[in-house]
Each structure stands twice: as C-alpha cells, then as structure tokens.
C-alpha cells in the first residue's frame, strides 16, 4: 500500500554524538524514512590506514515525517531533539535533502576559483559541474582550490571543491 505523502516535510534532529547510524538503523527498522548524509573519510591509525564512512553533519540525522511520527521519533533511543526554529520543529525543504545528496555523491570534487575578485560576504553560483545552479555566500577561501560556501536554507558552511572556473558573482 502507498502512503500519501503529501503532509510529510523533512526535519532534523539532534542525538547524542557517534550514535548517527545506530538511529538511522532505529528509524529505519520503525518504517519512518530517515537520511543520514555520509562522506568517506580515510582514517590513520598507528598501525594502519582504513576508509571510513563518517556523518557529514555530526549529531544529526534527517527525518521526513508527518505530524503522526513525531513523538515516534522522540521516543527513539539517542534521540535528543528536533531542530527548533521560531519555537517549531524546523522544516527542512526537499531541496536541501537533495543538494546534501548531490555534493556527496559527486566524484570529482576540485574547485579552482575565477578571475573575477571574489570577495568574502559575496553571493555566489556555481555554473559548472555536478553542483550546478547551487547559490551561496562566499565565507572563505581554503587553499588556492577550494571555498567555503555558506548555503543559506541550511544555515551550514560547506568546503566545496569543483573543477574549471565554476563560480559566478551574483549581481545584486
């Protein structure tokens, strides 16, 4: 049987630290659909080296829920709260679920930055790549290759690498 999702937004929600998966997994076994944004990360240890997966946002996992779920979720072990903004639960726009699915499945990650000045502060596009049409605000730069965009709806600052020169100005 097909659920109606149409009364169904994303939130997220905050739990105890290095216990990401672990409530994903409980949320998952609860039929309650849950994104958990994962990066591979290599780890070096004193005797080895391994590839690990790794939360992208540390203490968060995402739910996409009615208003039916929501005290199922709270009751879920490790989960500490939803993200309040404004004194609610804080939707969080399918939008950004997706662009947090695109930036981590994108291969090939190297940003080389245009001539134009970019200044921290400015709003800027990405025009190239697999992060195209992406809009943020320049934060910073990290090395010759990379930037940190601030992406607005998320609130969170994210160091992009991309190939080319693939950053815009935004005229205001």
């Known amino acids: 049987m097909e659920i109606n999702k ?3 937004n994303w939130y997220a929600i905050r739990v105890k630290s290095r216990s ?3 409530v994903y997994a409980d949320l998952e076994e609860q039929n309650i659909e849950a994104y958990l944004p994962l990066q591979r990360k290599l780890r070096q240890w004193s005797d080895r080296k391994k590839w690990v997966e790794t939360p992208l ?14 005290e199922l979720v709270l009751r ?9 903004f404004e004194g609610k639960a804080a939707i969080i726009r399918e939008g950004d679920i997706n662009l947090l699915k695109r930036m981590l499945g994108q291969t090939e990650s190297e940003v080389e930055i245009t001539l134009e000045p970019l200044k921290p502060g400015q709003m800027v596009k990405i025009i190239s790549g697999p992060l195209m049409g992406v809009v943020g605000e320049l934060i ?18 994210v160091l992009i690498e991309a190939s080319g020169k693939n950053l815009e ?4």
Not at 57 to 70: A, D, Q
Not at 169 to 172: A, L, N, Q, S, W
Request: hydrophobic content about 35%.
């Open 76 to 84: 879920i072990y490790n989960v500490v709260s939803y993200i309040y």
């Open 169 to 172: 100005v935004i005229k205001e």
């Open 57 to 70: 946002i540390s203490g968060y996992v995402f739910v996409f829920i009615s208003r039916k779920e929501y």
């Open 140 to 157: 910073d730069f990290k090395g010759k290759n990379k930037v940190a965009l601030r992406i607005p709806p998320l609130g969170y600052s």
């Open 6 to 8: 149409v009364n169904y």
């Open 20 to 22: 990401e998966k672990k």
